[in-house]
Nanobody
């Protein structure tokens, strides 16, 4: 079992930045690829970014490329999502998730955090 706890969400103006953190516990963190997903009310959950086991490779959704950066610190059992140039369209609950494979399909992720709200005002 892997427990994931997100933090760092909040309210920010368009064009601003936030850094989300996800702290993991329960199993060897480096055994898991990590991903970030988001879900706005009434909308389907969508992939945001993923990072491989030791952080060498990353995936990004087209909507966040060049604005968001995913990273991980395995010594701290933590994954981050640096969110720059935020847009109102980025408003959503953001979830971190852990998977045994490095990919972008939500169903492949085994463990999920509780989510953290990100709200971007105009």
């Amino acid at each position: 079992q892997v427990q994931l706890v997100e933090s760092g969400g909040g309210l920010v103006q368009a064009g601003g930045s936030l850094r989300l953190s996800c702290a993991a516990s329960g199993r060897t963190f480096s055994s898991y690829a990590m991903g970030w997903f988001r879900q706005a009310p009434g909308k389907e959950r969508e992939f945001v970014a993923a990072i491989s086991w030791i952080g060498i490779s990353t995936y990004y959704a087209d909507s966040v490329k060049d604005r968001f950066t995913i990273s991980r610190d395995n010594a701290k059992d933590t994954v981050y999502l640096q969110m720059n140039s935020l847009k109102p369209e980025d408003t959503a609950v953001y979830y971190c998730a852990a998977a045994r494979s490095f990919q972008r399909i939500g169903n492949a992720y085994n463990y999920w955090g509780q989510g953290t709200q990100v709200t971007v005002s105009s």
